[in-house]
């Protein structure tokens, strides 16, 4: 069975850090660019990070740049997303996605998604 599964999210302080991980199993993320998105309760989801199947392309949300980094190990089949100096309105379901192509055109990856994983929660608050 294809999966992404989402692990490391919490409840944590404005200011904090976590560190959120998406792990594959069913098939390789060497050939996906990964990235992950979030939705709030009402809202829209929205991209947040993403990076390409080789790390050598990233993007990123302007609301995050500078607070949050993502990152891949292939050998561990696992791609990451550090979120530091995290506010209340960080506050959402996060998930990763899988869009097939090894194209390094930040324009061009994360666009068409293949898979999704079931979401973890990230609360920020007091």
């Known amino acids: 069975q294809l999966q992404l599964v989402e692990s490391g999210g919490g409840l944590v302080q404005p200011g904090g850090s976590l560190r959120l991980s998406c792990a594959a199993s069913?098939?390789?993320?060497?050939?996906?660019?990964i990235g992950w998105f979030r939705q709030a309760p009402g809202k829209e989801r929205e991209g947040v990070a993403c990076i390409s199947s080789s790390g050598g392309s990233t993007n990123y949300a302007d609301s995050v740049k500078g607070r949050f980094t993502i990152s891949r190990d292939n050998a561990k089949n696992t791609v990451y997303l550090q979120m530091n100096s995290l506010r209340p309105e960080d506050t959402a379901v996060y998930y990763c996605a899988a869009d097939f192509g090894t194209s390094t055109n930040v324009q061009a990856i994360c666009v068409t998604i293949d898979y999704w994983g079931q979401g973890t929660q990230v609360t920020v608050s007091s």
């Open positions: 069913g098939f390789t993320l060497d050939y996906y660019a």
